[in-house]
């Protein structure tokens, strides 16, 4: 079967109308099977014929893999449950298997019976015109059985269904091998050519030849199967889409197993380990989506967080506060008397006492020491981590001042268009001020941030009974 078939998820509303095809499909192969079989006996009670009595038992057991796959349709179409966690879709892999070896051991039979005939001693048989004409029409129910197994394989994909078409085209062959030996022993019986009686059970072997072969490709199909090899080149397919996935560093493991028409994939991946939950989460539902477009599958990500390869000293020390759980801001280093000198500001919770944060300061630095250089100096200002939304008294006087004496400042800072939407208010007897100043915004932004720590600065020296200036920088367009 093309491996695209199974690239075509089934909707959940055609499941009935598929799994109902699939057995209709099946129920006429074994219907069909009971037609040949009678058809075949008949031929070998007339003619005698080794060739034929291989058809007729290669048809026989026709007939039990027919049943077998038309029992193994109706389970694998079962949902999952309790006991069958992955749904029934092997059972279709193990009919294949058994009709594999049934084939096998028709062709033992056959291959043994030829050589007592051909070796040890002739036998006698009688080929007719009608026995000709009735193998032609075998053939013929043969063929079409095929293409409507094929058919229906194709459209609801089903490994048991592609078995028995598969098996069924080559009855087409070896019915035609037979079709010759006999006619040559007809011809020889007729025109007294006594070695073309033997072409029978070299037919026969043909026939044999034909059933290995098929039963050795078909058998390597459905062992992989049942021991969950996966398609070649599926998992390098399944591990680039994963690569190529937005907020991944890479995959590190894919594994890929088949139950009947759906595959289950298990992916573990890693992402940046300063990712959030949320981003995590995001980059695994992608993973799932882009799986989805190669395979219908069940998909299971498992996600590993990761140090990037160009991780610099602050996301680590990001990592390193997220991995315990700490938020931290105000995050500096420097080259100090040739040493690194961190600083950074911790929250903690505002009932902690200062031995409980001193505590927490401590584990936190250690692992900063291990994570960057340990000959580093860390120092961690400890401040409450605010919960609660505290209410204020805004001071519009005051915030028209500041706005002008902000706006006056534009000869000293060029890069500065304005500044607006200032506020002022007065919170916990702190005065408190934001507001938006517009800029070029093509300015790198370590250029603005030094403007504005600038700015915050000559304000807090203009107005000292400000605690705390926050500037919103804005490109011009935006403002």
Wanted: aromatic share 6%; hydrophobic share 45%; charged share 25%.
């Amino acid at each position: 079967m093309n491996a695209a078939a199974y690239n075509r998820p089934m909707p959940s509303e055609s499941l009935a109308r598929a799994s109902r095809e699939k057995r209709l499909a099946a129920l006429a192969s074994v219907g069909s099977a009971v037609l040949l079989i009678s058809l075949k006996i008949f031929l070998v009670v007339r003619t005698g014929s080794l060739g034929v009595l291989s058809e007729a038992l290669h048809s026989t057991l026709d007939f039990v893999a027919a049943v077998i796959t038309y029992l193994s349709v109706r389970v694998s179409d079962k949902p999952a449950d309790a006991d069958h966690l992955y749904g029934h879709g092997k059972v279709e892999s193990f009919s294949a298997f058994v009709e594999t070896a049934l084939l096998l051991l028709t062709a033992v039979y056959i291959i043994w019976e030829a050589f007592q005939r051909l070796v040890f001693h002739a036998s006698r048989i009688r080929p007719s015109l009608i026995a000709i004409l009735v193998l032609a029409a075998c053939m013929g129910i043969d063929f079409v059985r095929s293409k409507a197994l094929s058919r229906v394989a194709a459209k609801y994909p089903s490994e048991a269904l592609e078995a028995d078409a598969l098996h069924f085209s080559t009855d087409v062959w070896s019915t035609f091998v037979v079709i010759l030996g006999i006619t040559g022993a007809w011809l020889g019986m007729r025109f007294g050519i006594e070695w073309l009686g033997k072409l029978d059970a070299v037919a026969a072997l043909g026939v044999a030849a034909v059933i290995i072969w098929i039963g050795s490709q078909l058998g390597k199909r459905t062992a992989d199967a049942l021991l969950d090899v996966a398609p070649l080149g599926l998992r390098e397919r399944i591990e680039n889409a994963v690569d190529k996935t937005e907020g991944v560093l890479q995959s590190e493991r894919v594994r890929v197993r088949r139950a009947g028409q759906r595959y289950f994939v298990d992916v573990t991946l890693s992402v940046p380990r300063t990712a959030s939950l949320e981003q995590a989460h995001a980059a695994s539902e992608a993973v799932e989506k882009r799986i989805g477009q190669i395979i219908p599958a069940d998909v299971v990500v498992h996600v590993e967080p990761r140090a990037k390869s160009d991780e610099n000293i602050f996301e680590t020390i990001r990592a390193v506060a997220q991995r315990r759980g700490m938020a931290v801001h105000e995050l500096s280093a420097h080259q100090f008397d040739r040493r690194l000198f961190i600083e950074l500001h911790l929250e903690v919770e505002e009932g902690s006492s200062l031995r409980e944060a001193h505590k927490r300061a401590t584990e936190l630095e250690q692992d900063i020491l291990k994570e960057t250089d340990p000959r580093a100096l860390v120092n961690i200002h400890i401040e409450p981590l605010g919960v609660k939304i505290g209410g204020g008294e805004e001071m519009k006087e005051l915030a028209r001042t500041v706005q002008h004496f902000l706006n006056s400042l534009q000869s000293e800072y060029h890069e500065m268009t304005n500044c607006h939407e200032v506020h002022v208010r007065s919170v916990d007897h702190k005065i408190l001020v934001s507001c938006h100043c517009a800029m070029d915004g093509s300015l790198p932004i370590t250029e603005v941030h030094d403007i504005t720590a600038a700015l915050e600065d000559r304000v807090k020296e203009r107005f000292p009974q400000i605690f705390r200036l926050t500037i919103h920088p804005e490109p011009v367009e935006e403002s």
